[in-house]
């Protein structure tokens, strides 16, 4: 975590959003990553998404495991709840947290190392039981905080910084996320702010597991010729499927589109995502045909980008437990919440 603030000082002209908050209000300390990292851009975009959607700081809960992108909760949303959880097992506070209090926004930032290595079994089983919360992979294919090993995200034939090729087949998160069932999948890239920033909106707003892969170089030791995560490789392969535009529910909702290139979906809570189709063969709706779609364009090493799948009416963790609508913290008398808290867990035994 950073331990050194930003001045406080800011342009007394800065536009402010319903609340009356500044876009400055929604940043953190000062980040202590390497300049150029990807996982910043990702910061940058978390901030400008939570200023437009009008989301109070301290009804944030934040929470990352450890490694370079476990930092990035310390680089936003200085106001808000935060936690580091034990080396890939973030899913696992995050669910416990989401239970006792449904009614916070539950932002997880996670790695390829921490999510899909370590932290596996535990990503796995917070998609199961569809939390409700956005869960974002910043992912660079390797452990920059260990100076550059392949990660469990690393492609075949990806070279390392100092000559190795990588022969391990890959875990794909986003492929991985929908065949577990994920109610909302999608992939992004730390340099296309303009995709990236919708797409957190419309996770933050989803109701359920909503996951973001985002492709995410390490300037330090991923961003060389033969890397398949560098900068360049992906703004070569970069194929964004979808471009997703998010209309918040208090703004009148006027769309054009032709038919076949555009649908707009409506989220439970009135906000609706318009998808513009660029490759109109891909329809985020079908689970089977998002896997085909994905399979086909990573045999030809292409980076698929955009929202992926979306499940529009799948239940999250408290319609499938049946919890009481209001929040333990927020229960009659402590007998009450120790009650219920028992009842929770025994779920899980």
Not at 158 to 166: C, M
Not at 203 to 214: E, P, Q
Not at 234 to 251: C, G, V
């Amino acid at each position: 975590m950073s331990f050194m603030k930003k001045p406080r000082a800011h342009h007394s002209d800065l536009p402010r959003n319903s609340l009356g908050y500044t876009i400055r209000d929604y940043e953190g300390g000062m980040s202590t990553l390497c300049a150029g990292c990807g996982h910043d851009s990702i910061t940058a975009a978390l901030i400008q998404a939570c200023w437009e959607l009008d989301i109070e700081p301290h009804r944030v809960a934040k929470m990352s495991g450890i490694g370079c992108s476990s930092k990035t909760p310390a680089y936003f949303l200085s106001q808000a709840h935060g936690i580091n959880a034990v080396h890939g097992r973030m899913p696992s506070i995050a669910t416990g947290a989401n239970a006792a209090n449904q009614h916070l926004h539950y932002l997880g930032v996670s790695g390829d190392g921490d999510s899909l290595s370590i932290g596996f079994g535990q990503f796995a089983h917070a998609i199961r039981r569809n939390v409700n919360m956005l869960y974002i992979i910043e992912n660079n294919g390797v452990y920059g905080l260990t100076k550059g090993q392949f990660s469990a995200s690393a492609d075949v034939g990806s070279r390392a910084k100092y000559g190795q090729e990588n022969e391990q087949p890959p875990i794909d998160p986003v492929l991985t996320a929908i065949s577990l069932g994920c109610t909302f999948v999608a992939r992004g890239f730390s340099g296309d702010k303009d995709q990236l920033v919708p797409l957190i909106q419309a996770g933050l707003r989803h109701r359920g597991f909503a996951m973001i892969d985002v492709i995410s170089p390490c300037v330090a030791f991923n961003d060389h010729e033969g890397s398949t995560k560098s900068y360049a490789h992906t703004r070569e392969y970069y194929h964004p499927a979808i471009h997703a535009d998010f209309i918040p529910p208090r703004e009148e909702i006027r769309t054009e589109y032709e038919k076949g290139k555009a649908m707009p979906v409506e989220l439970h809570d009135g906000s609706t995502i318009v998808l513009r189709k660029i490759d109109v063969d891909h329809d985020p709706t079908n689970r089977a045909g998002a896997i085909a779609y994905l399979e086909r364009h990573r045999e030809a090493r292409e980076i698929v980008t955009g929202l992926l799948y979306l499940e529009e009416e799948g239940k999250d963790l408290h319609a499938w437990n049946r919890t009481v609508g209001d929040s333990l913290v927020d229960t009659q008398s402590r007998s009450d919440a120790a009650a219920i808290l028992e009842e929770i867990q025994a779920g899980y035994r």
